[in-house]
C-alpha cells in the first residue's frame, strides 16, 4: 500500500500542497442542495445512527460524504437533541485537521449530513495494514491530531470524547481529518465538567471508567484518548485491551487499574509521553501544554504541521481518479425510502437544522466553509517552504450513559457527580467508523 513505515522522516515539503480539483465543490452549487442535487455511489461507512456514502454532486460532478441519518432510527433512539447537537457542532469547525461540514438537508427519511470527503479512509486500516508505526509515522499522526484537539479545546471550548483510530480519517492527500462529532459537547468555560459516561470501552479515560473517584470529565479525556492512539501505534495493539478478546468490565478494570506495558525499545521521551497522557489523576495528565513543548516532538516545527508542509507517510489516492479503494464495502447498504409515520416525522420535527451563525460568531455557513478551504489551500499553496527539518477487522463500539436521547450535560466543576451509565446506545460492533 506504498506506505514507507521505517524509512519515513518528518520532512518539509518542497512542493505545494496540490489542489485535487474533484473534492471541493463549488460555493454557489452546493447552498441549494437537495435530494436531487446527489447521486449516491457507494457505501463507506455503516453505523446504529445512519451510513455514510461517497456521494456525487450532480452539477459539479465533485464528490463529498454524506451521512445520512435515517427518522425512524432517530425516534427509535430518542437521540434528537443528539443529532440537533452534533449538527451545532459540526456548523463551529474550520481547521485542516478536522473534516469540513457543508450543509445538512432534509429528506422524507432522513437527515443528511454533507462533509468533505476523505479519501484515505480511516487511520484504524492504515494502523491494521500496518500492524506497528515507527516512531516517526507515529509523530506525524499524533501531532495532527494534537492540533485538531487544541483546537476544539482551546478555540471553541468543546471536548470531543470519542477519540479511536476509527474516528481519524485520512485526505486523498494523507493528512489527518477527525470525524464524527456525535459526542462531541461544548462546556461553557474551562473548568465546567461533563457528566455523561460516554465514548469507546477501549478508549474511555479513568474517570469515565468509573475509576478515579468517579470524576466528572472535561478535556482531559480527549488527552487519554490521545495516549491510547499513540500506544496502538506504536505497540500495535490497544493499551487496555480489546473488546473482541475481553469484555468490557476487564477493559474498564485494566483502565482503572493497570498501567500497558510499552513495548521495550520504544524511546524514552516517547515512554514519557505515553505515561503522562496515560495518567489516571485527569488533573495530573498531560494536555496541550505539556505537548507542545514535550522533547519527544522537539523537532517538530507546529507551524509546518498547521500549513500542511510536512509530507504524509502515506498519500492514499497517489494522484489516481476518486475512489472508495480505502474503505471497506459496504454493498449491501441501502437508503431507507418508505414514507416515515406521522409519529416518527412528529419526533424529528423538534429538530431544526441549524442556520449559519451571523458573521461575528465563530459559527460558519456552507459558503464560507467551501470558500475558506479553498482560501486555505490557495494560502498554504502560496506559503514558502521553510528549509528542511532535519530527519528527525472487528469495530469498536461507542458507548452513551447519559441515556440515548440526552445531549451532553454541562456541570460546574464541584457540582456532584453521577456517572450511572444507564442502558447506553452503543454503536454496533460491525459498523465502519465515523458514524
Ligand atoms: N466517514 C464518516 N465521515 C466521513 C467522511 N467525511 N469522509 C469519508 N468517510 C467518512
Redesign the pocket.
Known amino acids: 500500500m506504498g506506505v514507507s513505515n521505517s524509512s519515513y522522516k518528518l520532512v518539509v515539503s518542497s512542493e505545494s500542497p496540490l489542489q485535487v480539483d474533484w473534492i471541493v465543490p463549488s460555493k454557489s452549487k452546493l447552498t441549494i442542495l437537495k435530494e436531487e442535487s446527489v447521486e449516491t455511489t457507494k457505501a ?2 455503516k453505523g446504529k445512527f445512519g451510513h ?1 456514502f ?1 456521494c456525487k454532486h450532480v452539477a459539479t460532478s465533485k464528490y463529498l ?1 454524506i ?1 445520512y441519518i435515517p427518522k425512524t432510527i432517530i425516534h427509535e433512539c430518542q437521540s434528537a437533541s443528539r443529532i440537533q447537537q452534533e449538527m451545532e457542532v459540526l456548523l463551529l469547525l474550520k481547521h485542516p485537521f478536522v ?1 469540513s461540514y457543508y450543509c445538512t438537508y432534509e429528506t422524507n427519511q432522513c437527515f443528511c449530513i454533507c ?5 484515505g ?1 480511516e487511520l484504524y486500516s492504515l494502523m491494521k495494514k500496518s500492524y506497528k508505526f515507527s516512531e516517526q509515522m507515529a509523530k506525524f499522526y499524533f501531532c495532527e491530531i494534537a492540533l485538531a484537539l487544541s483546537y476544539l479545546h482551546n478555540d471553541l471550548n468543546i471536548v470531543y470524547r470519542d477519540l479511536k483510530p476509527e474516528n481519524i ?1 485520512l485526505d486523498c492527500h494523507g493528512h489527518v ?1 477527525l ?2 462529532f456525535g459526542f462531541a459537547a461544548p462546556l461553557d468555560n474551562e473548568k465546567s465538567t461533563l457528566i455523561d459516561g460516554c465514548g469507546t470501552a477501549m478508549y474511555v479515560a479513568p474517570e469515565i471508567a468509573g475509576g478515579f473517584m468517579k470524576k466528572n470529565h472535561g478535556f482531559p479525556v480527549d488527552w487519554w484518548g490521545l495516549g491510547c492512539v499513540l500506544y496502538e501505534m506504536i505497540a500495535g495493539k490497544a493499551p487496555f485491551g480489546d473488546t473482541d478478546k475481553m469484555s468490557k468490565f476487564e477493559i474498564f478494570n485494566n483502565i482503572n487499574a493497570k498501567n500497558p506495558s510499552i513495548p521495550l525499545f520504544t524511546n524514552k521521551q516517547l515512554k514519557l509521553l505515553i505515561n503522562g497522557l496515560l495518567a489516571k489523576d485527569p488533573n495530573a495528565r498531560m494536555n496541550w501544554k505539556h505537548v507542545q513543548s514535550h522533547p519527544w516532538l522537539a523537532d517538530v516545527n507546529w507551524n509546518d504541521f498547521m500549513n500542511l508542509r510536512i509530507i504524509p507517510p502515506w498519500k492514499p489516492l497517489n494522484n489516481k481518479a476518486p475512489n472508495t479503494d480505502c ?1 471497506l464495502s459496504w454493498n449491501e447498504l441501502k437508503l431507507p425510502t418508505e414514507t416515515v409515520s406521522h409519529e416518527v416525522a412528529g419526533y424529528c420535527n423538534s429538530i431544526s437544522i441549524p442556520k449559519a451563525k451571523a458573521e461575528s460568531t465563530k459559527g460558519k455557513n456552507a459558503d464560507s466553509f467551501i470558500e475558506d478551504e479553498k482560501e486555505y489551500f490557495d494560502k498554504t499553496s502560496k506559503n514558502k517552504p521553510s528549509p528542511m527539518q532535519p530527519a528527525s477487522s472487528s469495530r469498536r463500539k461507542s458507548i452513551s450513559g447519559s441515556g440515548a436521547g440526552s445531549p451532553s450535560q454541562v456541570v460546574p466543576d464541584n457540582a456532584a457527580p453521577n456517572m450511572g451509565r444507564r442502558a447506553s446506545m452503543s454503536k454496533q460492533a460491525s459498523m ?4
Do not use: P, R, S, T
Request: proline share 0%; aromatic share 10%.
Open positions: 463507506i461507512g455514510v461517497m460524504a451521512k473534516v462533509l468533505h470527503y476523505a479519501a479512509g480519517l481529518k470525524c464524527d474503505f465502519k467508523g465515523g458514524m
